[in-house]
């Protein structure tokens, strides 16, 4: 049975940084597309924040302007989420979710992220 979760969450000021993790049991991280989401208090949809693919180029949402890195760690079978500069905007519940063509596709149950001061 595949289980992902997250943790580094917390409660930072603003400017601060955080590291999430995505760690895995039962998959390879490395066979899958690697996506982190956030869903905003009061919001439904969780939007996409990072994508690092088992083969080919990251990606990142334009909003965040460079301030996150995401990475893997295949010896660990742990994603991460780098997150420096942080905002009260980036205040959200973040999700890890690793995918594959055929259809397959597991969340994490999410890690709390509040930026306040």
């Known amino acids: 049975q595949a289980q992902l979760v997250e943790s580094g969450g917390g409660l930072v000021q603003p400017g601060g940084s955080l590291r999430l993790s995505c760690a895995a049991s039962?998959?390879?991280?490395?066979?899958?597309?690697i996506n982190w989401y956030r869903q905003v208090p009061g919001k439904q949809r969780r939007e996409l924040v990072a994508?690092?693919?088992?083969?080919?180029?990251?990606t990142y949402a334009d909003f965040l302007r460079g301030r996150f890195t995401i990475s893997r760690d295949n010896v660990r079978n742990v994603v991460y989420l780098q997150m420096n500069s942080l905002e009260p905007e980036d205040t959200a519940v973040y999700f890890c979710?690793?995918?594959?063509?055929?259809?397959?596709?597991?969340w994490g149950q999410g890690t709390q992220v509040t930026i306040s001061s």
């Open positions: 039962g998959i390879m991280l490395s066979a899958y597309n």
């Open positions: 994508t690092i693919p088992s083969g080919g180029r990251i």
């Open positions: 979710n690793a995918n594959r063509p055929a259809g397959l596709s597991f």
